[in-house]
């Protein structure tokens, strides 16, 4: 990084900072710090609802996982739009009409006390290990690739969001977010332009899709229904569709969001307008991840992208096997781009050599074979080594190939990220703690300067603790799946219990309680079976806490009758 890079960082990263602090200091009561005093327009709920979800974990996992396994990932979020719809019809007005601070308050005027703190202990879980994870995501990655100190680096994002969630709470949350969204999205198209401008001279747009096609990159949808496969249309339609109407209308991150929307119709258009963006955002970074591997079939490109690895074997006695290995990644290479040149050729005189198509995916799969050698390797020369690259993939890129000045506006895109989803997390964390723990169970009577200040207390100490358990946390096969299956492992019995709260009126507080309680138990052991893909986890937990309440209610009902 040049001086250049390190000015335009810290100059963006500190503007956002201030500016929280500046437009949001002085919050008098819990309505304003929790709430923002119900003032947000929609286009700031929509931008809000959109830089909560869009982590740093999206910036630097999407694009590997595009670059390895091509834009099926984005079926994940087919079900998002109509999630959007049943929120904006039955959640929001039922939030707004009882003047809720938090999603879980809800719970209790339906139900009951321990039913409100059962959703509200299991979102606690869920967040504080998600919120810890979108600050270790980008300390791990920039640590390894730029030498940073891994501990100090989860310090400096947690202490940042801090300062300003803790002054500001959610109007803070809300106001920095705008900022963080148009430094996102300015650094993303920047970066994909550049990318087509650094790709071979004779080189279209058209033929790069060409090229990510005959390598199976452009594989948007499978309509396969193995249950064990990860990302396909039904998987995305069902599963993601739980999972994007429990995250966007259970969870207080992204509650918390629309709750402070002027009106109804206010939040129904922010969360709307995210519908109708979020899967075309989520396609376009994917899009940059398939842009970069086909970069990479014209560049030199490391058999493993993550440097700890390269440092592991340099210290290895296997050194000079993985140098054999990068000889012949090296000749395969050079055989890849003759090719895909020659193919270019081809395809500007407007024919696509099926020929080539072959040889292209005979080379693509000889070089995976030379990177699982090297995986190999490196397990061998360190057991505990974490070998999986997809998170390593887009950063190698930004820091080796991406001019002065940009460098840093990306590394801002990355950290702003990071600072903008651990925000609303820890807003969420204390306002649930604040709101639907210790203000439930206070038995005297407190001031709202009071509970303002626990507010601010809570969120000074989920801080804490979300900067510990990211010091502590521990690389996964990719992080942003890892984020999104942490969820889906809760997510299943919280919405259960929203569902027979709006739809099964006639069901009562024990009932839904049994019910999500083995409902829960029941996720851990599937997951823990490990026969079905995560995303199906959201719904077989929903249907399930749904399922079983019935069938309590129907028992409690016969032994009434009996009596």
Known sequence: MQQLDWIVLSVTLLFIVFYGVWKTRGSKNVEEYILGNNQTPWYVVGLSVMATQASAITFLSTPGQAYHDGMGFVQFYFGLPIAMVVICVTFIPIYHRLKVFTAYEYLEQRFDLKTRSLAAILFLIQRGLGT???????????????????????????????????????????????????????????????????????????????????????????????????????????????????????????????????????????????????????????????????????????????????????????????????????????????????????????????????????????????????????AKADSKAETNDKDYVFIHFILNYLPKGLIGLLLAVILSAAMSSTASGLNALASTTAIDIYKRNVKSEKSEKHFVNASRFFTLLWGIVAILFACVGTLFENLIQLVNIVGSIFYGTVLGIFLVGFYLKYVKANAIFLGAIISQLTIFYIFYLDKVSFLWLNFIGAMLTVLLSLIFQFLSKSRKLKA
């Open 132 to 378: 810890g994870l979108t600050i270790y995501a980008p300390a791990i990655i920039l640590s390894a690739l730029l030498g940073w100190n891994l501990t100090w680096m989860n310090v400096i994002i947690g202490v940042l969001v801090i300062i300003y969630t803790f002054v500001g709470g959610t109007k803070a949350v809300n106001v920095t977010q705008k900022q963080q969204m148009f430094v996102i999205m300015s650094g993303m198209f920047i970066t994909f332009f550049l990318i087509l401008h650094l790709l071979p001279n004779d080189m279209t747009f058209s033929n790069a899709l060409h090229i990510a096609g005959a390598n199976h990159k452009m594989d948007i949808v499978d309509f396969s229904i193995e249950p064990e496969l990860r990302y396909t249309f039904w998987s995305g339609i069902t599963g993601g569709f739980f999972l994007a109407l429990s995250y966007f209308g259970t969870d207080q991150s992204q509650v918390g969001r629309y709750l402070s929307g002027k009106s109804i119709r206010e939040s129904q258009m922010g969360l709307i307008m995210n519908g109708f963006l979020k899967v075309p955002m989520q396609f376009f970074i994917l899009l940059i991840g398939v842009m970069v591997f086909v970069f990479f079939q014209f560049n030199p490109v490391p058999l493993n992208f993550n440097p700890n690895n390269k440092a592991i074997i340099e210290n290895s006695k296997y050194k000079d096997e993985y140098r054999e290995l990068e000889q012949k990644l090296s000749k395969l290479s050079e055989e890849k781009k003759e090719i895909n040149l020659i193919y270019i050729d081809h395809l500007n005189q407007n024919y696509d050599n099926p020929i080539l198509r072959k040889e292209l995916v005979a080379i693509s799969s000889k070089e995976n074979d030379l990177r699982d050698q090297a995986r190999e390797v490196i």
